[in-house]
């Protein structure tokens, strides 16, 4: 689930193995969510439900990605915990109530809770973001702040195209498959991007030794 809070991770050095795991932890359920769709919604006898199952499926493999960290790892990442509860909320909901929509906001949700969720921590003198990926890299405190503020901006501009794309593409005009891969092929790739433009300024004032661990994450 590449467009959670993972994106800055992907500078670490890694094994092979665990680079891989770890892709399929990010990327799995969104790409069970997109191909489930794209396959029922194809076959006449499953067209009608096609988005329903999609999204009950979903919800199983952002469940089944909690269960296998907790079992293989020892523990679930703190986002991947957060995730877990938005997929199910909102994927519950859409399935309960047959709205297609919901399921197309939770994204502009996500999105916002995590811009918000930085501002608040910075304006309480708690950087989250240095929280979460202290464990990667040791900046200086200024440093971790503009790269707070540049991932809560870049968050709030994803909500927008989300909102935007779901405005225009949606079930009742009979194109929610576009909007489905439209937010999949522009998401990902640009969230790469951006975690590509703020690599120098992390590899630039990053210092080699360990910075001395005071409190572990939330949920870690």
């Known amino acids: ?3 959670d809070l993972t994106a800055l991770d992907a500078t670490k050095p890694r094994k092979a193995t665990d680079s891989a795991n770890q892709l399929w932890i990010d990327l799995g359920p969104i790409l069970v969510f997109v191909i ?7 076959i006449e ?6 988005i329903y199952i999609a999204v009950g499926l979903f919800i199983f493999s952002v469940l089944a990605a909690i269960a296998y960290c907790k079992i293989a790892r020892g523990k679930v990442p703190p986002i991947l915990i957060v995730t877990g509860v938005l997929v199910t909320a909102f994927g519950g909901l859409t399935i309960l109530l047959h709205d297609p929509a919901i399921i197309q ?3 502009t949700f996500t999105f916002l809770f995590y811009a918000a969720a930085i501002l608040i921590s910075l304006a309480v003198g708690q950087n989250v973001w240095k929280l979460f990926f202290r464990h990667i ?4 405190d200024k440093i971790w702040n503009i790269l707070a503020l540049r991932w809560a901006a870049f968050y ?6 989300n909102e935007v794309l779901r405005y225009y593409f949606n079930e009742a005009n009979g194109n929610f498959d576009t909007w489905l891969n439209l ?5 990902y790739p640009a969230f790469i991007a951006f975690a590509a433009l703020n690599t120098p300024i ?3 004032h990053h210092k080699d030794e360990a910075e001395p661990q005071t409190s572990a994450a939330p949920g870690a």
């Open 137 to 140: 890299f040791n900046l200086p």
């Open 1 to 3: 689930m590449s467009e």
């Open 105 to 107: 906001i939770k994204f």
């Open 156 to 161: 709030v501009v994803v909500a927008i195209v």
């Open 45 to 50: 006898a499953t067209k009608a439900e096609a």
């Open 202 to 204: 992390v590899l630039k």
């Open 183 to 187: 937010r999949t092929i522009l998401t």
């Open 36 to 42: 489930t769709y794209n396959v029922l919604h194809r």
